[in-house]
């Protein structure tokens, strides 16, 4: 079985004194009251955001992961209740991966965070190309992403990467998602479906009157086929997870 591996950062015990550092950072708790708006993580002109996040989801950012189950530590570091905001800025012309080598350091630094790779059995999704091929648009020279819109039913977003796509899909999925199309370049996507908490009862579930009332349409996986071209396919086998030795719950101060 090929086990599912990740282009990371290095760990802690592979770091050295020239690691990148932001010029100026802030990272300080968050103590927000639902609903509140979470950044997983934007990049602009060398600047850095994360808003409302779990140290989980900082360090999905900082190692390009997209789903939870790759990363293990104690529970308070997937916790909706142990959430923090983190602003860096660097020069604007430094490339994004080296602005997650410094999310990284930074996370080291204020939160004492020790880390190591381990291999394990996980069940996953494998997102792959249709049997037709895939349907998925090409993005239009010069569009902007003004209108995009993310939320339970809909996905519709301007020039995003499958990469992108599949985080945003992770949203909506129970299980980590791996890119397996072999598709490059950027797409505008439009997906809609109806959520499983909105679809009719089956027979035997509900009164008539009730099933009339609930809307029908494609489940997510239907219209991921029917609407992109492509498959999300149940797999499992090895993948790498980061795994949280320690942390400070309370990180130092700026």
Not at 27 to 55: C, E, F, I, M, W
Not at 92 to 106: A, F, G, Q, S, V
Not at 130 to 153: H, I, W
Not at 206 to 225: K, M, W
Request: with cysteine; charged share 20%.
């Amino acid at each position: 079985m090929i086990g599912v591996g990740l282009a990371t950062p290095p760990l802690a015990g592979a770091q050295t004194a020239a690691a990148p550092s932001f010029d100026v950072a802030s990272l300080k708790p968050a103590q927000p009251s639902p609903p509140y708006p979470v950044d997983l993580g934007n990049t602009l002109h060398g600047r850095v955001t994360l808003t409302n996040v779990t140290l989980t989801e900082c360090l999905r950012f900082a190692f390009k992961i997209n789903n939870d189950s790759q990363i293990a530590g104690p529970d308070w570091i997937k916790s909706r209740d142990v959430l923090f905001d983190i602003v860096g800025k660097a020069p604007p012309e430094t490339p994004k991966d080296r602005l997650r080598l410094m999310i990284l350091n930074l996370l080291q630094e204020r939160f004492k965070l020790t880390l190591h790779h381990e291999q394990r059995e996980l069940a996953y999704l494998a997102l792959v190309a249709g049997k037709k091929g895939s349907k998925l648009r090409p993005a239009a020279a010069g569009a902007g992403d003004a209108g995009n819109e993310v939320r339970q039913g809909r996905i519709a977003v301007r020039r995003v990467s499958i990469n992108t796509l599949i985080v945003l899909l992770g949203r909506f999925t129970s299980r980590p998602i791996m890119d397996m199309t072999g598709l490059e370049g950027l797409y505008d996507v439009n997906l809609e479906w109806t959520p499983l908490n909105q679809r009719a009862p089956k027979q035997g579930e509900g009164v008539e009157a009730a099933a009339a009332a609930v809307p029908e349409g494609p489940t997510l996986f239907d219209a991921i086929q029917e609407q992109l071209g492509l498959k999300l396919e149940m797999r499992k086998g090895p993948m790498d997870v980061i795994v949280v030795d320690h942390a400070e719950k309370t990180p130092l101060s700026n």
